[in-house]
C-alpha cells in the first residue's frame, strides 16, 4: 500500500469570527468560530488552570479572552460578535478584554434559553 503524504494545515484568515462565551456560576467556557459555525479556537477558566470557585470569577473569564485575542490576532481578526449565554459573572469581562486588545465589537447578543413555561414540575411531595 502506497503511502498517503498529509497535506500540511493552513492558517486560516477570517476577517470576522463569533465568540460564544457561555458563563454559569462555576465556570466560563468561550468558543470562537467563523461565520458558519466552524470552530476556530477555544478555551475555559479550567483550561487556564484555576481551580474550584476561582473558575468563576471575572478575572479568569478576562484571562481567557487575552489568551484568545493572542491567537485571534495571527488569524487576521478584525471584527468580533458576541453570543452571550448564561447568567455568570465572566461575560461583561470577556466583552472588556476583546475590546482593550483592539477588536471592534460588531454585535453583543443574550443568547440565553429562557422557557415559556417549559417542563412540568415534579409532584408534590409527601412526608
Do not use: W
Amino acid at each position: 500500500m502506497a503511502y498517503k503524504k498529509k497535506s500540511k494545515k493552513t492558517k486560516r484568515q477570517v476577517d470576522t469570527v463569533v465568540a460564544h462565551v457561555r458563563s454559569t456560576f462555576n465556570n466560563t467556557i468561550v468558543s470562537i468560530t467563523t461565520l458558519d459555525g466552524d470552530v476556530l479556537l477555544n478555551s475555559s477558566a479550567g483550561r487556564l488552570g484555576f481551580k474550584g470557585a476561582r473558575r468563576g470569577t471575572p478575572f479568569a473569564a478576562s484571562q481567557i479572552a487575552s489568551g484568545l485575542a493572542k491567537d485571534m490576532g495571527s488569524l487576521g481578526v478584525k471584527n468580533v460578535e458576541v453570543n452571550l449565554q448564561g447568567p455568570g459573572s465572566g461575560r461583561d469581562s470577556v466583552v472588556r478584554s476583546f475590546q482593550a486588545a483592539g477588536f471592534g465589537i460588531t454585535t453583543l447578543r443574550d443568547v440565553t434559553p429562557l422557557p415559556h413555561n417549559g417542563c412540568r414540575p415534579p409532584k408534590k411531595r409527601r412526608v
